[in-house]
């Protein structure tokens, strides 16, 4: 096979691998952005977020608290977090070339086989690098959430479109998970970690 025949055969087998992947991990829409979060940073929490719970450095939620009750007229609450993450940005400096090299090292392989087959434009906003939180807020048991944020806040109020979308669940158990990683330019280099156990709250009936 010549060098063209197997870059066309590689540029098919990785259309086919990329398109399976972001069906699969993608198929729920993507999140709303809050802070300094951009869709290239989600794309990398999209990469990990298969992986094994890790909630040796999850959040810690401090509202809501587990099991509490919104009235139905309550105007959106704030969801808020403490983080290890943050607590430990002070990192040791490791130098540009160590900060260039980071990243690389975290991508999944189909990024790496897509940049160097089909080398593409860079991210249109300057890539991403802190600790980042991706909010979901599902009724148990559901193939997608009602709700999702991806923020490099500790906090998040839902909108009222987003808050009148929840109400539309009266008296339902839904369920808040945090999952949080540090990323450097856009790579995940820490994370991601989860809530072990997701926190429960509701919403009235009106």
């Not at 990785?14 to 951009?38: I, M, N, Q, R, V």
């Not at 450095?57 to 309550?74: D, H, I, K, Y």
């Not at 540009?96 to 690389?104: D, I, K, N, Y």
């Not at 995940?188 to 072990?196: A, M, S």
Request: net charge negative.
């Amino acid at each position: 096979m010549n060098v063209r025949h197997l870059s066309t055969a590689c540029v098919a087998a990785l259309a086919l691998a990329t398109s399976a992947c972001d069906t699969a991990a993608t198929e729920c829409g993507e999140p709303l952005y809050a802070g300094k979060a951009t869709d290239e940073a989600w794309r990398a929490m999209v990469d990990v977020k298969q992986r094994p719970t890790d909630s040796s450095r999850a959040v810690t939620l401090l509202s809501p608290t587990e099991g509490q009750v919104f009235p139905a007229e309550a105007t959106p609450p704030t969801f808020e977090w403490s983080s290890p993450l943050r607590a430990s940005l002070v990192r040791p400096q490791q130098g540009a070339l160590a900060l260039q090299v980071a990243p690389r090292a975290s991508r999944s392989f189909t990024a790496w086989l897509g940049d160097l087959l089909l080398p593409s434009a860079h991210a249109h906003l300057p890539p991403f690098t802190g600790d980042l939180y991706w909010v979901e807020i599902s009724t148990p048991g559901a193939k997608c959430p009602l709700a999702q944020v991806l923020t490099s806040d500790l906090s998040w109020q839902p909108d009222a479109t987003t808050w009148a979308e929840l109400g539309k669940h009266p008296s339902e158990d839904l369920s808040v998970q945090v999952m949080s990683a540090y990323l450097v330019q856009n790579g995940v280099t820490e994370g991601p970690y989860r809530l072990e156990t997701p926190r429960l709250f509701r919403r009235s009936t009106p």
